[in-house]
């Protein structure tokens, strides 16, 4: 009996990794990635991304339809920023430039704060990358700025809690034309996918400075 339950134990696995699949290249949107065979709606396997300079953007892995294992995120010159384990729900690596590692960020402890050098910034999964494409695509040049041919940025501030969560959202340095209204609207409806700040082992609470750049053939950003 327990030969056979060992036996059972050892097949099982190897079924559900042998899960036929086949590759699909989707030349569109640049992903290529593997579906089952025996259901094309199903994801199962390796997943790339690529940018329009055919560089490497994204790496991951699904299993049964749902993301797994680790995610690989790739900045615009085909350099890894960030990798995110699915199971663990955090960053295992990051990169950041000079300028960042010695950031100072706002702390915020009930009705105090303090200005402090964090262990790990707050982060959006993906990557700085993945966060201005969030933007980008949900943002519209407002039509009173278009009449007007009106350009120039837009600061951001708004809090990053110990869970992950956006909110207090207010302009440090108002552009008008209808600009600030449409970044907080597009920063207020971003998904869920940041991860708090770390000062000494634990999260916090922290305020995070979002620049948009606004021309009339390029809308751009930046933060901290």
Do not use: C
Request: glycine share 8%; net charge neutral; aromatic share 12%.
């Amino acid at each position: 009996m327990k030969k056979l339950f060992l036996l059972i134990f050892l097949i099982i696995p190897l079924i559900l990794a042998g899960q036929k699949t086949k590759l699909v290249k989707d030349e569109a949107n640049k992903e290529e990635y593997f579906v089952l065979k025996s259901d094309p709606s199903v994801m199962h396997g390796e997943y790339k991304k690529f940018s329009s300079k055919g560089k490497l953007e994204i790496l991951g892995y699904f299993k049964d339809g749902r993301e797994d294992s680790t995610w690989s995120f790739y900045d615009s010159e085909g350099e890894l920023e960030q990798v995110y384990d699915v199971q663990k729900k955090d960053v295992i690596f990051f990169r950041l430039n000079d300028n960042d590692k010695y950031r100072t960020y706002r702390m915020i402890t009930g009705s105090d704060t303090t200005n402090v050098i964090l262990d790990r910034p707050p982060l959006f999964i993906g990557g700085n990358g993945s966060l201005v494409q969030e933007v980008i695509k949900r943002i519209r040049y407002p039509e009173e700025a278009i009449n007007s041919g009106a350009k120039g940025r837009v600061y951001i501030s708004f809090v990053i809690d110990l869970d992950g969560n956006t909110r207090d959202f207010r302009v440090l340095k108002p552009l008008g034309y209808g600009f600030d209204e449409e970044v907080i609207r597009v920063l207020s409806q971003l998904p869920p996918n940041w991860l708090p700040g770390i000062y000494q082992g634990h999260p916090v609470a922290v305020e995070y400075i979002y620049t948009a750049t606004f021309n009339t053939s390029y809308i751009g950003a930046d933060n901290r």
